[in-house]
């Protein structure tokens, strides 16, 4: 083995560990955040007794489930109830090793190690684990694999609550991946490449895609609240109808573990929204930050966070902000509305597309963003104030209202 491959292996060992630690004790503070935030906005105090200001309540909940004794109905198929929440966990937990969560570190090392030999490494090194060529489409592709784990978690139980929940997040899941997948083919045209380096700069050079491509980002944000089971559509979980949905007969860690994942789908799509969006790690207005150097990695790493940080507080501003929808509506607005919507703006995005590239010949890209945000503001109206006023989001009130008369 050559010493450029040592040190590659060996940096990006470093760099899994780092990460995985990282998003394992950042899940874990996540349910603090959670509870703190909810607190918050119904006017209470929220954890406050394990360590200063609660913060060893993690811990507390962790060591809580580890002794916490193991329950196994006895007519579950005992390998599936096992596996179950480890599918759920793992591909949740392996998506955090694509993202980049800071500007390339310039490395230049030559070492020689006991056992090793000759270590070297020469270069930008990516702050992703692993900079795929697939980058957000293997994001698309591992997300989807979690439904097993779900699915099968409510069969395996063989109870009649378990197995709804598990039904429920199936469809949900599949549909809503759709309108995800769908709503990222303007961003695949705008930057003819899926990497996820490729798509923050191309950000850099013209404006982050929120502005150019704003009805997709509002359809891959309400896809991704579907997709990890958040309020108002966390209906797998219902506790009013399906007492916990898919996780009803799990306890201790295996409980815990749905849990996990949950939070961990959260930070991932709070990371691609930051990523396909808003620039990643892209500090806005500055260009320094593209040179490479260490301080550049470590702000942009904290610019990074601190776009990750908004996403996940906004998942739990929504959670206690809106109601839970019914299932059918939620049905509804994912194969009337968002399929539907995320096909037109892929035509609409096209068509726009070739008029100003290829008719009118606009190669500035500041110039072809402001025009394709002009577009956008249009089509944003028409759909939120023309489209919408009750007869597509809100069908159901006009239909009750109707059998009322």
């Known amino acids: 083995m050559t010493p450029e491959m040592?040190?590659?292996?060996?940096?990006?060992?470093?760099?899994?560990?780092?990460?995985?630690?990282?998003?394992?004790?950042?899940v874990a503070m996540l349910t603090l955040m959670e509870r703190k935030v909810s607190a918050w906005m119904q006017n209470r105090r929220g954890p406050n007794r394990v360590g200063w200001a609660g913060l060893l309540q993690p811990a507390?909940?962790?060591?809580?489930?580890?002794?916490?004794?193991?329950?196994?109905?006895?007519?579950?198929?005992?390998?599936?109830?096992i596996l179950a929440p480890a599918l759920a966990f793992i591909p949740a937990l392996s998506l955090s090793a694509v993202i980049p969560w800071a500007a390339p570190l310039p490395v230049n090392l030559d070492w020689r190690l006991p056992l090793i030999g000759a270590v070297s490494f020469h270069g930008p090194l990516s702050m992703a684990v692993a900079d795929l060529p697939i980058g957000f489409l293997f994001v698309l592709a591992v997300s989807s694999l979690g439904v097993y784990g779900i699915a099968l978690a409510g069969w395996s139980s063989n109870s009649k609550y378990s197995l709804l929940g598990g039904l429920r997040a199936s469809a949900q899941m599949i549909s809503y991946e759709v309108a995800m997948g769908m709503s990222i083919v303007p961003l695949l045209l705008l930057t003819g490449n899926a990497t996820f380096s490729q798509v923050i700069q191309t950000q850099q050079h013209g404006a982050w895609f929120v502005l150019p491509l704003t009805l997709s980002f509002?359809?891959?944000?309400?896809?991704?609240?579907?997709?990890?089971?958040?309020?108002?559509?966390?209906l797998p979980e219902a506790e009013s109808e399906l007492i916990a949905g898919y996780h009803t007969e799990y306890s201790a860690m295996k409980f815990s573990l749905f849990f996990i994942a949950e939070y961990a789908n959260m930070v991932t799509v709070s990371a691609m929204l930051a990523t396909l969006f808003f620039g990643g790690w892209d500090i806005p207005f500055l260009h320094w930050d593209e040179q490479g150097s260490g301080l550049a990695t470590l702000l942009t790493g904290a610019v990074m966070f601190l776009k990750t940080f908004f996403f996940l507080f906004f998942f739990m501003w929504i959670r206690w902000t809106l109601p839970r929808f019914r299932?059918?509506?939620?049905?509804?607005?994912g194969w009337k509305f968002m399929i539907p919507l995320a096909l037109c703006y892929?035509?609409?995005?096209?068509?726009?597309?070739?008029?100003?590239?290829?008719?009118?010949?606009?190669?500035?890209?500041?110039?072809?963003?402001?025009?394709?945000?002009?577009?956008?503001?249009?089509?944003?109206?028409?759909?939120?104030?023309?489209?919408?006023?009750?007869?597509?989001?809100?069908?159901?009130?006009?239909?009750?209202?109707?059998?009322l008369v």
């Open 218 to 234: 509002f359809l891959f944000m309400v896809a991704g609240f579907a997709e990890t089971n958040r309020l108002p559509f966390d």
């Open 346 to 403: 892929i035509m609409v995005i096209t068509l726009a597309i070739w008029i100003l590239e290829s008719v009118i010949g606009l190669t500035n890209p500041h110039v072809l963003a402001l025009a394709l945000f002009g577009l956008n503001v249009v089509l944003c109206y028409l759909v939120f104030f023309v489209l919408d006023r009750g007869y597509i989001l809100s069908g159901s009130y006009h239909r009750s209202t109707a059998n």
């Open 327 to 333: 299932y059918d509506q939620l049905m509804a607005l």
């Open 60 to 81: 507390a909940d962790g060591v809580k489930n580890i002794v916490k004794e193991e329950t196994f109905p006895s007519e579950a198929n005992s390998l599936l109830f």
């Open 6 to 26: 040592k040190g590659f292996l060996i940096l990006s060992i470093i760099k899994m560990l780092v990460v995985f630690t990282v998003v394992m004790v950042g």
